[in-house]
């Protein structure tokens, strides 16, 4: 059984930065397509950034250039750097990863921006 657990949302003022980071029990990421997706409120829940099993990474137009997806394979966590933050980006953060067909979710971390 796959678990995901997020961690590292907050409150942060516009400009700043937050790095959320995803932990995987029950499967190694580097095998496998993960992404972080965001909900805001009243909003269905879209892809901010995904990363393949052979390393290429995909961003939303609204995140490129701020936000950064990467994997530390030594703790086998999948990771988002967001930086200069806007009141846009407030939302609940879910990791997802895809392993053999079947996917997963994390139970999200809320992001919020504002001042």
């Known amino acids: 059984q796959v678990q995901l657990v997020e961690s590292g949302g907050g409150l942060v003022q516009p400009g700043g930065s937050l790095r959320l980071s995803c932990a995987a029990s029950?499967?190694?990421?580097?095998?496998?397509?993960s992404g972080w997706y965001r909900q805001a409120p009243g909003k269905q829940r879209e892809l901010v950034a995904s990363i393949s099993a052979g390393g290429s990474t995909n961003y939303a137009d609204s995140v490129k250039g701020r936000f950064t997806i990467s994997r530390d394979t030594a703790k086998n966590t999948v990771d988002l750097q967001m930086n200069s933050l806007k009141p846009e980006d407030t939302a609940v953060y879910y990791c997802y990863t895809l392993v053999h067909l079947q996917g997963y979710w994390g139970q999200g971390t809320q992001v919020t921006v504002s001042s």
């Open positions: 029950g499967a190694i990421f580097s095998n496998f397509y």
